[in-house]
C-alpha cells in the first residue's frame, strides 16, 4: 500500500523536472544561437565595412563561445529536484501537498499520518499529466536569433568590392614583376661580370657593395617599397658610372690625337686615339719606347711628340685629367733627354732613356686603363638600362597605357569639321563641333553662371585681306544693320554679369551704369548716322 502511493508521486515529479529542464536546454539552445548571431555580425562587419569578402574560418570563434554561452546558460537555470516539485506544485495547483509529498519520501516517513499524505497526493496528481509543463517557446529570442541569422548569412555571400580586387590583382602584379625584375637583374649582373674577360675591367665592376645591394633586392607586393630599392640601385651604378667619368681624359686625347695625327712618325698613335681604340694607342706608344741602342731617328720622333703634346697644351688650359698630367710629364722627360742628347754630342744615358720609357710605359698603362673604364661604363650602362626597364615595368600598373581604343583612331583628333577645318572665308578658322551657335535670349539663366572659366583661343595661319583705302572712296553712307543685334549683345552680357553671386553689389551698379551708356551712346549714333 506504502509503495501503490509513493511511486507515482516520484514517477511524476521526476517526469516533471524532465519537461522543466528541456525548455531549459532549448531556451539555452535559443540564446546560443543569439550569441552566435551577434558575435558573427561583429566579427564579419570589419571584414564587409574594409571592403573584404568575410574570412569564413573566422565564424568558429564565435561558434565556440555560443557553446560555452549554452552550457552556462543551461547550468545556471535548470531544474534542481527541490526547485522543480515546487514549480510543479505551483504550476497544478497543489497547495504544498506535493512539496511536502516528495519530503515524506526523501525523507523515509513511514508514520500512518504520512502515508495519509502521499495518498492525498496521489489522488491530487491523477488528473494532471507531466507534458503540460511544456515551458513557453521564446518567440521574441527565437525570431531576433533568426533576423540575426539571415544577416549573418547574407554577409557571407557580399564578394570583395571592387577597390579591394583591384588593390589584391596590382599586389599579385606587383609581386610577379618584382619576381621577374629581380631575377633578370640577378642574371645581369652575372652576365655582365661572365662576359668581361678584361682583369682590369672586372675588378673596377666587382663592387661589394652593388652586389650585396642587388642580393638585398626581394621581390614582395608593395610596389613603392621595390621601386625604392630598385632606386636605390640606380644610384649606386648612377655613382660608379660618375666615378669612371672618361669625358675629360677623351677630351684631351681627341685634342692631342688632332696633333699627333698631322706627324708622319705619331701619324699610327694619332689614329688610334682619334678613334677612341686606347688599347691600340697603347700598343702604339709601347712600340715607340727607346731601345738600348736607340738611334736619332727614334729619338727625334719622341721630340716631335713632346712638340705635338706642348702644342695641345696650348688649347686645353682647363683640363686637369690624368691623362694630360702624365703627357705632360712624359713630355718633360722627352724634353730633358733631348737637352742631354745635344749637350753630350748626341749621346744619352741609360738613365735618361729609362726614365722616358717608364714614363711611356705609365702613358700606355693609363691608356689601357682608360679602355677599360669606357668598357665598365658601357657596362654600367647597359645594367642601369635593364634596371630602369625593371623600374618602367614596376610603375607600369594594370590598366594603364595605351590600349586599343585609346589615342588618335580614326575618327578622332583633328579631323575635317571639329575645330582645326579652315573656314569658308579666307583668315579665319570654322567653330568645331563643340561649339553651340544657339544663343540664349535675354533673361534666360544660365547653368553655369558664377562659374569661373578661363578659355584660350588658337591662333591660326590662315589668309586674310588687308586693303587701305582712301576716305573719299566712300559713299558717306554706313549702314546700320548690325545696330539692333549689338544693343541686344550688350544687354544680355550686362543681365548675365549681374546675376553672378560672386560680384560685390557695387560693382553690378557700375557695370549696368557702363553697359547703359553704351546702350545710349549706340542708340545715338544710329539715329545720328541715320540722318
Known amino acids: 500500500m506504502e509503495s501503490e ?15 522543466l529542464n528541456a525548455g531549459e536546454k532549448l531556451r539555452a539552445l535559443m540564446w546560443a544561437l543569439f550569441a552566435f548571431t551577434v558575435l558573427a555580425l561583429l566579427a564579419e562587419l570589419p571584414f564587409v565595412l574594409r571592403g573584404h569578402r568575410v574570412a569564413r574560418p573566422i565564424l568558429w570563434l564565435p561558434l565556440a563561445l555560443a557553446i560555452g554561452v549554452a552550457i552556462v546558460a543551461y547550468l545556471r537555470f535548470r ?13 497544478f495547483g497543489l497547495k504544498e501537498g506535493l512539496v511536502t509529498a ?14 495519509l499524505q502521499l495518498r492525498h497526493t496521489k489522488r491530487a496528481l491523477e488528473p494532471h499529466r507531466p507534458a503540460s509543463l511544456r515551458p513557453a517557446f521564446p518567440r521574441k529570442l527565437f525570431l531576433s536569433s533568426l533576423l540575426l541569422l539571415m544577416g549573418t548569412v547574407g554577409l557571407l555571400w557580399v564578394d570583395d568590392s571592387l577597390a579591394v580586387k583591384e588593390a589584391r590583382a596590382e599586389a599579385a602584379s606587383a609581386l610577379e614583376i618584382s619576381e621577374a625584375v629581380e631575377e633578370e637583374l640577378e642574371q645581369a649582373f652575372e652576365e655582365m661580370l661572365a662576359m668581361e674577360q678584361d682583369e682590369n675591367v672586372v675588378e673596377l665592376l666587382e663592387d661589394p657593395s652593388l652586389k650585396r645591394l642587388i642580393e638585398a633586392l626581394e621581390a614582395g607586393n608593395d610596389r613603392k617599397a621595390v621601386m625604392r630599392k630598385l632606386s636605390e640601385i640606380d644610384r649606386h651604378l648612377a655613382k660608379m658610372q660618375s666615378e669612371l667619368d672618361t669625358r675629360a681624359d677623351e677630351n684631351y686625347l681627341m685634342e692631342l690625337a688632332a696633333q699627333l695625327s698631322e706627324g708622319r712618325e705619331t701619324a699610327a ?11 691600340k ?6 712600340h715607340m719606347q727607346l731601345s738600348d741602342q736607340a738611334g736619332e731617328g727614334e729619338r727625334k720622333a719622341l721630340e716631335k711628340m713632346a712638340a705635338q ?7 686645353m688650359s682647363s683640363n686637369s685629367s690624368q691623362s694630360r698630367q702624365n703627357a705632360q710629364q712624359m713630355s718633360e722627360q722627352i724634353q730633358k733627354m733631348a737637352q742631354e742628347c745635344k749637350q753630350n754630342g748626341g749621346q744619352c744615358s741609360s738613365e735618361s732613356r729609362s726614365a722616358v720609357n717608364q714614363s711611356m710605359s705609365k702613358n700606355s698603362s693609363s691608356m689601357q686603363q682608360l679602355a677599360a673604364r669606357k668598357q665598365a661604363q658601357s657596362a654600367l650602362a647597359q645594367l642601369r638600362q635593364q634596371l630602369q626597364q625593371g623600374q618602367n ?19 578622332q583628333g583633328q579631323q575635317p569639321g571639329q575645330g582645326q577645318q579652315p573656314g569658308d572665308q579666307p583668315g579665319g578658322q570654322q567653330a568645331g563641333q563643340g561649339v553651340d551657335r544657339s544663343r540664349r535670349a535675354p533673361g534666360e539663366e544660365s547653368a553655369s553662371e558664377g562659374n569661373l572659366e578661363h578659355l584660350r583661343g588658337q591662333l591660326g595661319e590662315g589668309e586674310s585681306e588687308r586693303r587701305v583705302e582712301d576716305a573719299s572712296s566712300g559713299t558717306g553712307v554706313a549702314s546700320s544693320g548690325g545696330n539692333g543685334e549689338m544693343s541686344l549683345e550688350f544687354q544680355q552680357q550686362m543681365e548675365d554679369f549681374v546675376r553672378r553671386e560672386d560680384i560685390p553689389e557695387e560693382m553690378k551698379h557700375g557695370v549696368k551704369s557702363y553697359f547703359e551708356r553704351i546702350h545710349e551712346n549706340s542708340g545715338e549714333w544710329r539715329v545720328t548716322r541715320g540722318e
Open 5 to 19: 502511493s509513493r511511486q507515482p508521486i516520484v514517477e511524476f515529479t521526476q517526469q516533471g523536472r524532465a519537461q
Open 79 to 91: 531544474f534542481s529536484h527541490p526547485r522543480a516539485v515546487s514549480h510543479m506544485d505551483r504550476f
Open 102 to 115: 516528495d519530503e515524506h519520501i526523501r525523507n523515509e516517513r513511514m508514520e500512518e499520518i504520512h502515508q
Open 269 to 279: 698613335l694619332g689614329n688610334a686615339l682619334s678613334k677612341r681604340d686606347y688599347k
Open 281 to 286: 694607342a697603347a700598343e702604339e706608344l709601347n
Open 309 to 315: 703634346i706642348n702644342e695641345a697644351e696650348k688649347s
Open 393 to 411: 615595368q614596376m610603375a607600369q600598373k594594370p590598366g594603364q597605357g595605351q590600349q586599343p581604343g585609346q589615342g588618335q583612331q580614326p575618327g
